[in-house]
């Protein structure tokens, strides 16, 4: 993990440029698994492949309809080492009960946000979950060491009860911190032109 270099202010693009996704959706990024292995974790049944994040939004709204809410569509690429999968209005990458054994033998970092504004940061390495919190109210942390990114969390943006903030930036907050454990930058470019591999995953 690098010195912080990426703050909030860094990712407020997201939901200016694609507010399709941005009030609602699941990012995450799983280091030492390709693609293909990430889906054989959780299950997942492969899709044709779709160019752009806006194509992929209109797919998982699509998909959700035609298989009656009983399985997400996700997005995946490969960045550097890591794998990138994207949950348009989903939340697997931060479900415990699925996250951490897809976790086992990688370094597993995702956040959410939902419609009512309900959102989860969770880091597991090797199915143990080392921090989980909501980027909202980052003073109510848990897992195996709620503390070690503290500082991390308010040089990326995070307001803690003493620090109320004019304009919430929790969920750009979420990008920087992801970055900073990953070195994954996520740009506008990679949004836009990846051919993302996708598949669907149960959900219930």
């Not at 946000?113 to 919190?133: H, K, P, S, Y």
């Not at 040089?155 to 900073?180: C, I, K, M, N, W």
Request: glycine fraction near 6%; aromatic fraction near 10%; hydrophobic fraction near 40%.
């Amino acid at each position: 993990m690098d010195a912080v270099t990426r703050t909030a202010a860094d990712y407020t693009w997201f939901e200016d440029d694609f507010p399709d996704i941005a009030e609602a959706y699941c990012f995450t990024l799983v280091r030492g698994l390709a693609p293909g292995e990430l889906m054989s974790r959780l299950d997942g049944r492969p899709e044709t492949p779709l160019r752009g994040i806006t194509a992929v939004v209109d797919a998982t709204f699509a998909q959700y309809d035609l298989e009656k809410g009983d399985r997400q569509l996700v997005a995946l690429t490969t960045v550097g080492p890591w794998t990138l999968m994207i949950e348009p209005n989903g939340y697997l990458g931060v479900t415990e009960e699925r996250a951490l054994p897809a976790s086992a033998g990688v370094s597993w970092i995702s956040h959410f946000v939902n419609i009512n504004a309900l959102g989860t940061f969770l880091w597991a390495e090797d199915q143990t979950l080392r921090l989980c919190f909501d980027p909202m109210f980052p003073e109510e942390r848990w897992g195996a060491a709620p503390d070690e990114l503290l500082d991390v969390m308010r040089r990326t943006g995070f307001h803690f009860d003493d620090d109320d903030p004019e304009t919430d930036l929790s969920s750009p907050a979420a990008f920087a911190l992801a970055e900073h454990l990953t070195g994954v930058e996520i740009t506008p470019e990679l949004l836009r032109t990846t051919t993302f591999t996708c598949a669907t995953v149960r959900i219930r």
